[in-house]
C-alpha cells in the first residue's frame, strides 16, 4: 500500500505520462500511399494554373486584335457625308482651332469638306463657321483660292459666321466669302503676320555652354535658337514677313472691296476689333449666326454638317505619335504665322 503520508520530492514523476495516441483515420501520412496522391495534388494543381495563364494570354491577344481590326475599320471610314441629300438644305463646314497642316483646320480636310458641299445638289449655300485665332498663312491662302474656284464653279454663294474669333489666318479665309457675319462681342481682324522664336545665347555664355553648329552654307543656321542671329539675317526675316503682310492686304481688299474702310488708322497694323466694330469697319457684314443665315439669306432652314474630321484611329495616331513630334519640331523652329 502506498503511504498517505508519503511526499514525493518536487519535480519527481513516479510514472511517465504517455503521449496521446495518433488517430491513424485523421493522419494523411499514416495512409498507404499519401506520397502519391500528394504529388498527383501537386501537378494537377500546376496543371491548373498553365491553363489559367495560357487563357489569359489567348484573351489578351483576341483582345488586342479586335482593337487593332476596330481602329482599321474607323481608319478607313468617312467623316464627311458619303451620300448626297437632295432636299434643299444649309451646307455648314467648321474652321476651328489653329489653321495648320494635320490640325482639324488643315487645307485637306476644310477643302475636302466644301467639295462635298458644293457638289451635293441639295446645299443651297455654303457657310464657313469660323472659330479661330489664325495659323499658316500657306493654308490660310489654299482655302482661300478654293473658295473662290468652287464658287465660280458651282455658282454657290458661300457665307463666313463668326463665333468667338476670326483672327488673322482665318480672317484671310473669311475675306473670300460672299458675306461675313459676326456676334457683337466676336474678335475679328488681327491682318499682321508675326514669327516667333526664342534665343538662348545669352544664358548659354552664362552657364559656360558652347554651341557647335556645323553648316555648309553661311545662313543655314538661320533662326537657330542657339545662335546669334546677324543684322543681315534679321532684314531678310522682315523683308520676308513684310511680302506675305502685303499679300494679307491685297487678298481682303480683293475679298471686301468697296464695304472696307481702308482709311481707318491701324486697319492693317495686326489690330483686332469686336464684332460691333468690324461691322462699322467694313470688315464683316453684318450681325448673325448659323440658324439666321440658314433662315433669311440662304432660305434652306435646314443645317448639315460637312466637316472634315479625324477618326477616333487618326486621333490616337496624332495623340502617341505624329503630335508629339511636331510638338518637339516647333519647340526649335519658327515659321511665318498668321494670328
Not at 467623316?79 to 495648320?100: Q, S
Not at 469686336?274 to 432660305?299: H, M, P, T, Y
Request: aromatic share 8%.
Amino acid at each position: 500500500m502506498t503511504d498517505p503520508h508519503r511526499t514525493e520530492p518536487e519535480g519527481f514523476e513516479p510514472f511517465e505520462r504517455a503521449a496521446p495516441a495518433r488517430s491513424s483515420r485523421n493522419d494523411p501520412t499514416q495512409q498507404p500511399g499519401w506520397e502519391r496522391a500528394t504529388l498527383e495534388k501537386l501537378a494537377f494543381a500546376s496543371l491548373r494554373e498553365q491553363q489559367a495563364a495560357r487563357r489569359w494570354k489567348t484573351f489578351v491577344r483576341l483582345s488586342w486584335l479586335a482593337f487593332f481590326i476596330f481602329l482599321v475599320w474607323l481608319a478607313v471610314s468617312k467623316g464627311t457625308p458619303t451620300t448626297a441629300k437632295t432636299t434643299a438644305h444649309t451646307a455648314v463646314v467648321e474652321i476651328k482651332g489653329e489653321i495648320a497642316n494635320g490640325a482639324d483646320a488643315s487645307a485637306e480636310f476644310v477643302v475636302a469638306a466644301m467639295k462635298t458641299a458644293f457638289e451635293d445638289e441639295g446645299a443651297k449655300g455654303v457657310v464657313l463657321l469660323i472659330n479661330s485665332p489664325g495659323g499658316s498663312p500657306v493654308q490660310a491662302g489654299i482655302i482661300n483660292d478654293e473658295i473662290r474656284r468652287l464658287r465660280a464653279k458651282h455658282n454657290k454663294p458661300v457665307y463666313a459666321v463668326v463665333e468667338e474669333t476670326c483672327a488673322s489666318a482665318a480672317y484671310y479665309i473669311a475675306a473670300a466669302t460672299d458675306k461675313v457675319f459676326v456676334d457683337k462681342a466676336s474678335i475679328v481682324g488681327s491682318i499682321g503676320v508675326l514669327m516667333d522664336g526664342f534665343g538662348f545665347t545669352g544664358l548659354m555664355e552664362k552657364v559656360g555652354v558652347e554651341r557647335r553648329l556645323l553648316t555648309a552654307g553661311e545662313n543655314k543656321g538661320f533662326l537657330d535658337p542657339f545662335s546669334p542671329m546677324s543684322d543681315a539675317q534679321r532684314a531678310h526675316a522682315q523683308q520676308m514677313l513684310e511680302q506675305i503682310h502685303a499679300q494679307f492686304i491685297d487678298v481682303v481688299k480683293k475679298g471686301r472691296g468697296d464695304r472696307l474702310k481702308t482709311g481707318t488708322p491701324g486697319l492693317f497694323s495686326g489690330l483686332f476689333w469686336s464684332g460691333q466694330q468690324a461691322v462699322e469697319l467694313g470688315l464683316a457684314d453684318q450681325l448673325g449666326n448659323v440658324d439666321f443665315v440658314a433662315r433669311e439669306v440662304i432660305k434652306a432652314e435646314e443645317v448639315i454638317d460637312y466637316t472634315r474630321r479625324d477618326n477616333v484611329a487618326e486621333k490616337l495616331a496624332k495623340k502617341f505619335g505624329a503630335a508629339l513630334g511636331d510638338a518637339s519640331v516647333r519647340a526649335v523652329r519658327s515659321v511665318p504665322a498668321l494670328r
